[in-house]
Every structure is written in C-alpha cells, then in structure tokens.
C-alpha cells in the first residue's frame, strides 16, 4: 500500500510541478505584453514551449517539462478510475467531478502532445499559427459544420462556463486547502497558499468566463469567428476601460496560480 501511495505522490508532484512552469511562464509573457502589444501572441503553451526549447539546454528543460505533463494527465486519469477524491457516486455533483477529472486528463496530454510536436520540430516557432485563427475558431469552425455542431459549440461554452464559475468558488471560498496535507502545511506556508491560490483562481475564472462567453456566442451567431482562447481573452480585457491595468493583473494571477500549484507539488494530498 505504501509502495503504491509513493508512486500516486510521485506522479502527482511531477505533474503540479509542470503546471509551476506552464503558467508562471505564461503569466510572464501576459506582464510583458502590457509593454509590448506584440508579445500577447506569446501567451499560449505553444510559445511557452518553444521558449524553453530555445533556452541553454533548452531541449532537455522542454523534455522533462512534456514528461510532467503527462504525468499531469496520468494523475487526473487515476483520479477519476481510482476515485483518490472519496467522491460520492450517489451524488450528481460528485459524478460530473469524476468525469471532470477524466477530461481533464485528455487535455493535458493534448498539451504534452503540442509540446513534443514543438520539441520535434525544428521550425516550431514559425508554424504555430499558420493554419489561420486560435484554436477555440478552429475547433468552432469544425463542429459548426455537423447538423448539431451549434449545440456541441454551445454545451462547450456551457461547460467552460461552468468550469469559470467553480474557479471563483474556489477563490472565495478557499476550499482547495482541504486538497493539502493540513499537517505540513501549516503557519506562514498555509497563509501564502491561500492568498496565492485564490488569486490564481480568480485569475483563471476571468479567463475562462471570456473564453466560454466567446463560445456560446459562436453558437448563437453561428459564426466559428467569434470563439477564441487565452489571446482573444486579453484582447477583450485590453479593449476594455484600465485595459492594460487589468492586463497585469491577469499575469500576476496566473504567476500566482504557477506557485500555488508549487505548493501542491510539495504538499498536495495524494
């Protein structure tokens, strides 16, 4: 049993501490493009990859951060067949969490998926977006083709809308502390991972609430142009009145979600 918690605990830390470094660079790239209008174009894991891929030892960095990736897929698969969360299966809420945890999976592999192509590729830097438009129009833009691609764009941004609204719960509430190992982390180290953790949160909540509004909007309008990702996300919050102020503040937050996710590499219950 304890062979087997070790293993759990392993793949779990090697898995948040991915998530460290994906979107602690991520929110690097959102401050700066507070200066430069242009490097909004880097906040994607695309850029983030091919970053790391061109820094000294570069491919080695990007290897070990695609292998906690998958790692991060692995956990959360075993999350959901293993049940590790005690979630009651008697209960709806519970249910849609097991399934949750099981998607979530699926596209954290896709990203360890993006970044293996990145550290193949030895022009990846120059193909990110050649196919024309984000991802979010793309996907859009396939499914708006099906008799019920309408409704799949708009159970989609239902989906990411929910998913929006449970980031701010998480925010306010400060529920995720209940994750952690309430014996180790505690003192000065339970007060920062609550105040970095619901700053994360809500930062990730804005996003996603742009993002699944972009989509059912999509649907609505029937039009694949509408939706969009994380760019499209700081581009509306740039347009908006204090644009540029709320732009940093969306770095910050998910710099603070990469170090949040940094205390549940190290203290996380698995």
């Known amino acids: 049993m304890r062979d087997t918690s070790n293993w759990l605990s392993a793949i779990?830390?090697?898995?948040?501490?991915?998530?460290?470094?994906?979107?602690?660079?991520?929110?690097?790239?959102?401050?700066?493009?507070v200066i430069t209008a242009a490097d909004r174009e880097k906040?994607?894991?695309?850029?983030?990859?091919?970053t790391l891929k061109s820094q000294p030892f570069g491919q080695v960095l990007l290897a070990i951060l695609i292998a906690g990736l998958v790692s991060y897929a692995l956990w959360r698969w075993l999350q959901s067949i293993l049940n590790t969360e005690s979630l009651d299966m008697t209960k709806a809420k519970d249910i849609i969490m097991r399934v949750f945890l099981f998607v979530s999976g699926i596209f954290y592999f896709g990203a360890a998926f993006l970044g293996a192509k990145v550290l193949i590729d030895?022009?990846?830097?120059?193909?990110?977006?050649s196919g024309g438009g984000?991802?979010?129009e793309?996907?859009?833009?396939?499914?708006?083709q099906y008799q019920w691609g309408t409704y799949l764009v708009a159970a989609i941004g239902a989906g990411v809308l929910i998913f929006a609204f449970m980031q701010f719960?998480?925010?306010?509430k400060a529920d995720f502390l209940k994750k952690f190992e309430q014996a180790k982390?505690?003192?000065?180290?339970?007060?920062?991972t609550k105040v970095v953790g619901r700053l994360g949160y809500f930062a990730r909540g804005v996003v996603y609430l742009l993002v699944g509004s972009f989509f059912v909007i999509s649907a609505v309008k029937n039009d694949p142009s509408e939706a969009g990702g994380l760019q499209q996300a700081l581009q509306t919050l740039t347009q908006q009145a204090f644009g540029l102020y709320m732009l940093a503040a969306m770095g910050v937050g998910f710099i603070m979600f990469g170090v949040y996710c940094g205390f549940e590499a190290r203290y996380r219950r698995t």
């Open 134 to 136: 984000s991802k979010g």
């Open 12 to 33: 779990a830390s090697a898995g948040y501490s991915a998530k460290t470094i994906m979107y602690s660079m991520l929110g690097v790239f959102i401050l700066s493009s």
């Open 43 to 50: 906040a994607t894991q695309e850029n983030v990859f091919s």
């Open 169 to 172: 719960k998480h925010a306010y």
């Open 185 to 192: 982390l505690t003192g000065h180290k339970q007060k920062t």
């Open 122 to 129: 030895s022009n990846s830097g120059s193909s990110s977006n």
């Open 138 to 144: 793309q996907v859009s833009h396939q499914l708006l």
